[in-house]
């Protein structure tokens, strides 16, 4: 192998240690108060964090969600409503609300469904997570 071949190999391999370091699983448990769970999620470029929610089915759940950073446009949905979950909000520097109660057990997808022109859409570049709805 010659020293360009290896040191292709060698890029390509950090190529993906990165893009795997962008795709770490941040993991929160919906805190439960007053019946009511609880869950914080902020966006940036290009992330959702936490980027995996837990929560319980039938049980009322109230999430905020914000963006940091800079003037990018983010979004924040769910599309699932045939679990009881549809959000669809695009996110602001202040802390939005949403309420909704989950009704099926499940893995449901979170993404930003923004895109600049010909570039790869947010979700691509790792700004997506899951909301597991658990038993
Ligand atoms: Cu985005």
Redesign the pocket.
């Given at each position: 192998m010659n020293i360009t071949r290896s040191l292709l190999l060698s890029f390509a391999l950090l190529l993906l240690f990165v893009a795997n370091l962008s795709a770490e699983e941040k993991r929160f448990v919906a805190e439960l108060t007053d019946g009511v769970q609880h869950v914080e999620i902020v966006?940036g470029?290009?992330y959702f964090d936490p980027n995996v929610i837990v929560v319980k089915v039938n049980t009322p759940v109230e999430l905020k969600v914000k963006k940091v950073g800079g003037f990018?446009?983010?979004?924040f949905i769910v599309s699932a409503p045939e679990a009881g979950i549809d959000i669809q909000i695009d996110?602001k520097s202040d802390w939005q609300v949403a309420k909704f109660t989950a009704t099926k057990v499940g893995i449901y997808p979170i993404e930003?469904r923004?895109r600049l022109l010909w570039f790869k859409s947010?979700k691509d570049r790792g700004?997506k997570g899951t909301i597991e709805v658990i038993p």
């Open positions: 966006g470029e290009y990018v446009p983010h979004d996110l930003c923004r947010h700004m």
